[in-house]
């Protein structure tokens, strides 16, 4: 018998791109009233979750998925509600509060306190330069979105 020839010289089958899913409304006004920037990519969504993923990400339908890019954020009842993973990556936004080392008020803001603060809506927290996570201004404070579990007793 002749050895067989499968495999050799052959490319192997190309793996269908995964379609980029539509920017929903909220994540448009969320970026738009934040001035939030978003790396190279194209969106996909689990549900209510919008993700960031490399634009060669081959079909993940019907693969069990943990993450399958940067988590921007999720949908909830008409509104965007940003990611920590999003705010770790931004380096800079408009509505941003930086925080001295050596300040108290940051040692309140991991510790899970509000903050008080003249700013509206969605701020990127930042010490000395490095972004550490969200927290919401109502004019009067800034209400804190540091992940519970990442929060520290003062």
């Known amino acids: 018998m002749p050895p067989s020839s499968a495999g050799r010289g052959t490319k192997p089958a190309a793996?269908?791109?995964e379609p980029a899913a539509k920017c929903p409304p909220e994540l448009a006004a969320f970026r738009g009233q934040t001035g939030a920037t978003l790396p190279e990519g194209k969106l996909l969504r689990f549900g209510d979750v919008c993700y960031l993923v490399p634009q060669a990400l081959p079909e993940v339908k019907g693969l069990r998925v943990?993450?399958?890019g940067?988590?921007?954020g999720?949908?909830?009842k008409n509104r965007f509600e940003p990611a920590h993973a999003w705010a770790l990556?931004?380096?800079t936004l408009e509505n941003s509060v930086s925080l001295e080392?050596?300040?108290?008020?940051?040692a309140r803001y991991l510790s899970g306190d509000v903050l008080p603060s003249d700013r509206?809506?969605?701020t990127l927290v930042q010490a000395d330069g490095?972004?550490?996570?969200?927290?919401?201004?109502?004019?009067?404070?800034?209400?804190?979105?540091?992940p519970k579990a990442l929060r520290r007793p003062v």
């Open 15 to 17: 793996l269908s791109p």
């Open 66 to 68: 943990l993450r399958a």
């Open 70 to 72: 940067l988590e921007l």
């Open 74 to 76: 999720a949908v909830l």
């Open 89 to 91: 990556w931004l380096e």
């Open 101 to 106: 080392e050596a300040d108290p008020l940051l």
């Open 120 to 122: 509206r809506g969605w």
């Open 130 to 146: 490095l972004s550490l996570g969200w927290a919401k201004g109502d004019g009067s404070q800034l209400k804190n979105h540091y």
